[in-house]
Structure formats: C-alpha cells, structure tokens
Nanobody, 126 residues
C-alpha cells in the first residue's frame, strides 16, 4: 500500500553535512507522523527525530542542535538535515511513517501498521 524510499546517504568527513530525503508513494491521503531512525554497527535501532503533520518535532538528545527534521505534506516527503556530523553518527538511517490514511476508489481507510524504508547508509569518517 505504501513504499518509502530514502536517499541522500553517503560518506562525509567529521564536521560535514548530509541531507536525507524519504518519499512515500502509494494511495496516500495523509501521514500523521514521519520520522528517522538509525542503527549503528552493534547497536539497537534508535529514534533520531520525528515530526507530525502539523510540524511538531522531536529529537534525540544526541542530535539536538545539529539535526533538523522537516516535511512537505504535499509531496509526502520527510527530510533530515544533518550538520556538524560526528563519527558516532555513522549508521544506517531508516525512514518511518505512522498513522497513515489511504484513499483509493472513493474510499478512505486507516492502516493498522506503520511503514519502513529500506535504509540509507551515512558514514562519517576522515
């Protein structure tokens, strides 16, 4: 019913920046919450940032002041601007969408489950 595709990962030096994008496609009417999670080698997946359809955002303490999450509801796309990157930011970053409502053939319906992207690798190394 929905596909999430992340892009924008890559290799940067410490102090550099990356901008991640996640586009949701399908018969989507609205998405309540979109967020970014990450999983570093040997660690559990953790929430990095989330944002509601109304623009309220939340950040992990480790990225506050450095990362900015935003979204374009008309495009069903969420972004993560990552500045002042540190080696410990190295991880696979996953896009998440929760509270989805679909519309197709004159019918609206709400999803019982959230959706995940395939992940994009961000590497911070000198």
């Amino acid at each position: 019913q929905v596909q999430l595709v992340e892009s924008g990962g890559g290799l940067v030096q410490p102090g550099g920046s990356l901008r991640l994008s996640c586009a949701a496609s399908g018969s989507i009417f609205s998405i309540n919450v979109m967020g970014w999670y990450r999983q570093a080698p040997g660690k559990k997946r953790e929430l990095v940032a989330s944002i509601t359809s109304g623009g309220s955002s939340n950040y992990a303490d480790s990225v506050k002041g450095r990362f900015t999450i935003s979204r374009d509801n008309t495009k069903n796309t969420v972004y993560l601007q990552m500045n002042s990157l540190k080696p410990e930011d190295t991880a696979v970053y996953y896009c998440n969408a929760d509270g989805l409502t679909y519309y197709s053939g004159g019918v609206y319906w709400a999803s019982r489950s959230d959706a995940w992207g395939q992940g994009t690798l961000g590497t911070v190394s000198s």
